[in-house]
Structure formats: C-alpha cells, structure tokens
C-alpha cells in the first residue's frame, strides 16, 4: 500500500494492524515534506503494536548523522536514491535474513568448478557449532585443513601460535567480534607480531548473513580481503578463495563428500499425524543446496544443531529477562544464520521481529515474540529428527 506522508503512512500502518492485517515491512523516504521518515520511523518504534515491523529507509544524499540515527531506531537498510530494482530486491532478502530461491531450481549436486586450489591450512573463527560442522565439511571436501576458534580472540591466539594461509571469520561473535579481531590482526602484521604466518598479510574473508546494506563496506574497511553470506554458497567462497589460491593448472574440481558422521543420538519423533507437518518447516531443497546436496553432511548438521539448541533458547530467554539487548541480537543472528541452512524461512522472520526489538532496546514486550520463536524453533526440531533418522527417506 502507498502513502503520501508520515501522517497518511502512520494512520494507515494502525487502521491495517487494528485489523490484523499488519504490515511486515514499511519502505520509507527519510526527505518528506513536513514530518520525515527518521520520525515516522520513530513513531512505529513507539507503537506497541507496530515497533517489530522492518524499516527500510530512502534518500537521496548522505546526511551527517544518517547512519547513527538508523542504528538508534532499528532500521534495516539505508539505501541511496535512485534505487536499481536489483539493489532493493537484495536488501528487502537481505533484511530478513534469508536467501533468495528461484522457484525453477537447477539440479542439486556436486559443483564442478573451473579452478584448482592447493589444500590450505585454515582457520575458521565462529561460535555457532552447526556453522562450523557445515564449513568444516564443506572445505573438507576440497583436502583442506581446518581448525576452530569460537570467538576473535581464540582467533588470535591461533594465529600468534599456529601458521594459517587463510581465515574465515564470522562478523557477530562473543568477547571480541570478526571485526575488531581483523583490525588487532592486522595491526599485528605492521609490527611484526605474527611471525609464524607465511605471508606478511594473512587473507581474511568475512562470513556474516547481512543485516544491513553496507555490512560488506565495513568488513574491508576493517581489513578484511573478502565477505561471504551465511549459508556458505560454495560457488562464491570458491570464487574469493581461487582469486588468491588459484593454482591455474584449471583442473576441475569436484566436490564429494566422504565425511564420517557421529553416533546418532536416540530422539522422539512425532507421532504420525504431525509428520508431514513438521517436514514442511524446512525447505529442503535450499537446505540439500547448501551442503551440495550431501544428505550425509545435512545430517551432521542438523544432529550438531540438534546438540545445541535448548541451550541457546535458554541463553536468548535469559538474556530477554535481563534486558541485555546486545547479547539478544547477538544470539539471533547466530540463530538467523543457522536456520538459512535449513531453509527456514518463517523462524527466521520470527527471529527477524525480535532482532529488531532488541536493536532498539525495546524488550520488555518481547515474550510473546519469544513464544512464537520457540515455537517456530521446535517445529524445525522436530523435522531434523525425522530427517536424522532417516537421511535418505523422500522429502517434500
């Protein structure tokens, strides 16, 4: 729907709701005549019944104070006018945290790509134990090495001790983050500080699932070489990676998976009424997608996932009591991230909503956010059960 003005879009956003036709997403330009669109922004933030809508905003040029206003009001993209149809499209995905899946998919198998990468030493900085299996597997099938550090300072302390050709860091971690662990790194280069590296400028690339337009800028203003969207797209990581490792001997590269998984756990299923139910909370087709199609890695996981999950809803929970809204956006965007590798689109707008209540510090309303989201997380719980049992069973 259309409005001409702050006012016209606030009586709309409120008329809409009272009807429980809610708007999920209000497009706004920040230059409007008389009232502009950082207010309107505000008055949904201030609004009970609108403040978990996502907030894009338009302008035409940068204003001193811009971004800062965007952060204070939990405003998911700041785009610059004219906007290309492409430009928007990939920031309204982005903003919800989800990848963009063609309704006529290409076959899901193995990748061939074009390029020969010699088998690197790297280490991988995230905290999320489902993200590094999916990475650990994946770059395992291309005879890499790789070791695991749960935050940017375990990072460093590897790197002080252990030579690596490259590091994959994750933006959002605990105690010290991607980008503040890159900007030590590399002020340890300059003084020589990393002796053991091979190379003077260890490669960095950022692993993040976007949160808003500009996340990329960031990443290599803090000296990063790359960036890379979670789920890890194997295409484009084998892209950044051949830019620096190419051997150019253009053997092709097949990806196959000969991983060993881990015992398997005795779960309860759902009974049989709630089965087909269940499988549809995950969209199986980007979850085969983001392992190239290896049901066995899947499984590895979703059991990986499976091991962490309740604590993590226990940690969020927390956190919502307390009101400590940093640590809240922190574990929703790890959760955010995990579910794009399954697929599943409806926790991640539910995790999308509460994000935002935390970016703005407005949590004492959140619990019944917090349901939905357990809720959401549980039925995605009981799909990888089904799943983990039977890895090769049909899917829809």
Same mark, same amino acid.
């Given at each position: 729907?259309?409005?001409?003005?702050?006012?016209?879009?606030?009586?709309?956003?409120?008329?809409?709701?009272?009807?429980?036709?809610?708007?999920?997403?209000?497009?706004?330009?920040? +230059?409007?005549?008389?009232?502009?669109?950082?207010?309107?922004?505000?008055?949904? =933030?201030?609004?009970?019944?609108?403040?978990?809508?996502?907030?894009?905003?338009?302008?035409?040029?940068?204003?001193?104070?811009?971004?800062?206003?965007?952060?204070q009001?939990?405003?998911?993209?700041?785009?610059?006018?004219?906007i290309?149809q492409?430009?928007?499209?990939?920031?309204?995905?982005?903003?919800?945290?989800?990848?963009?899946?063609?309704?006529?998919?290409?076959?899901?198998?193995?990748?061939?790509?074009?390029?020969?990468?010699?088998?690197?030493?790297?280490?991988?900085?995230?905290?999320?134990?489902?993200?590094?299996?999916?990475?650990?597997?994946?770059?395992?099938?291309?005879?890499?090495?790789?070791?695991?550090? +749960?935050?940017?300072?375990?990072?460093?302390n590897?790197?002080?001790?252990?030579?690596?050709?490259?590091?994959?860091?994750d933006?959002?971690?605990?105690?010290?983050?991607?980008?503040?662990?890159?900007?030590l790194?590399?002020?340890?280069?300059?003084?020589?500080?990393?002796?053991?590296?091979?190379?003077?400028?260890?490669?960095?690339?950022?692993?993040?699932?976007?949160?808003m337009?500009?996340?990329?800028?960031r990443?290599?203003?803090?000296?990063?070489?790359?960036?890379?969207?979670?789920?890890?797209?194997?295409?484009?990581?084998?892209?950044?990676?051949?830019?620096?490792?190419?051997?150019?001997? =253009?053997?092709?590269?097949?990806?196959?998976?000969?991983?060993?998984?881990?015992?398997?756990?005795?779960?309860?299923?759902?009974?049989?009424?709630?089965? +087909?139910?269940?499988?549809?909370?995950?969209?199986?087709?980007?979850?085969?997608?983001?392992?190239?199609?290896? =049901?066995?890695?899947?499984?590895?996981?979703?059991?990986?996932?499976?091991?962490?999950?309740?604590?993590?809803?226990?940690?969020?929970?927390?956190?919502?009591?307390?009101?400590?809204?940093?640590?809240?956006?922190?574990?929703?965007?790890?959760?955010?991230?995990?579910?794009?590798?399954?697929?599943?689109?409806?926790?991640?707008?539910?995790?999308?909503?509460?994000?935002?209540?935390?970016?703005t510090?407005?949590?004492a309303?959140?619990?019944?956010?917090?349901?939905?989201? =357990?809720?959401?997380?549980?039925?995605?719980?009981?799909?990888? +059960?089904?799943?983990?049992?039977?890895?090769?069973?049909?899917?829809?």
């Amino acid at each position: 729907m259309l409005a001409a003005s702050a006012k016209e879009a606030i009586e709309l956003l409120r008329t809409e709701e009272s009807k429980g036709l809610g708007f999920r997403l209000v497009l706004t330009d920040v +230059n409007m005549p008389e009232i502009d669109g950082f207010t309107l922004a505000e008055w949904i =933030r201030n609004d009970e019944n609108l403040k978990s809508a996502v907030i894009i905003v338009l302008t035409s040029g940068g204003r001193n104070g811009d971004r800062e206003r965007c952060e204070q009001l939990g405003v998911a993209a700041h785009l610059m006018k004219p906007i290309k149809q492409s430009e928007l499209f990939d920031s309204i995905v982005h903003v919800f945290g989800v990848e963009h899946i063609d309704k006529q998919r290409q076959p899901i198998g193995p990748v061939e790509v074009d390029v020969q990468i010699p088998p690197l030493r790297i280490l991988l900085a995230e905290d999320a134990i489902p993200n590094q299996v999916l990475a650990v597997g994946l770059l395992k099938k291309w005879n890499h090495s790789v070791e695991v550090a +749960n935050n940017g300072k375990e990072a460093i302390n590897r790197l002080q001790s252990e030579p690596f050709d490259l590091v994959l860091m994750d933006v959002q971690m605990p105690e010290m983050d991607g980008l503040e662990a890159t900007k030590l790194i590399r002020r340890l280069e300059r003084e020589n500080q990393l002796p053991l590296q091979p190379t003077s400028h260890t490669p960095i690339f950022a692993m993040t699932a976007h949160a808003m337009k500009g996340d990329e800028e960031r990443c290599l203003a803090s000296g990063m070489d790359g960036f890379v969207s979670k789920p890890i797209r194997v295409q484009h990581l084998v892209k950044l990676m051949s830019s620096l490792f190419d051997n150019s001997s =253009r053997r092709p590269l097949v990806l196959n998976s000969e991983d060993e998984t881990p015992a398997q756990e005795n779960r309860p299923l759902p009974n049989e009424f709630q089965i +087909n139910k269940c499988l549809e909370s995950v969209d199986w087709s980007a979850a085969l997608e983001s392992v190239q199609a290896d =049901r066995e890695l899947l499984k590895i996981v979703a059991e990986a996932f499976l091991s962490e999950y309740v604590d993590r809803l226990e940690e969020l929970t927390g956190h919502v009591n307390n009101n400590n809204a940093e640590d809240v956006k922190r574990i929703l965007h790890l959760l955010k991230g995990v579910m794009s590798t399954f697929g599943a689109v409806q926790t991640m707008r539910i995790a999308e909503q509460l994000e935002t209540m935390g970016r703005t510090g407005q949590l004492a309303s959140a619990e019944k956010q917090l349901e939905l989201l =357990r809720e959401s997380v549980l039925n995605v719980v009981s799909a990888l +059960n089904i799943f983990v049992k039977d890895p090769e069973m049909d899917l829809p």
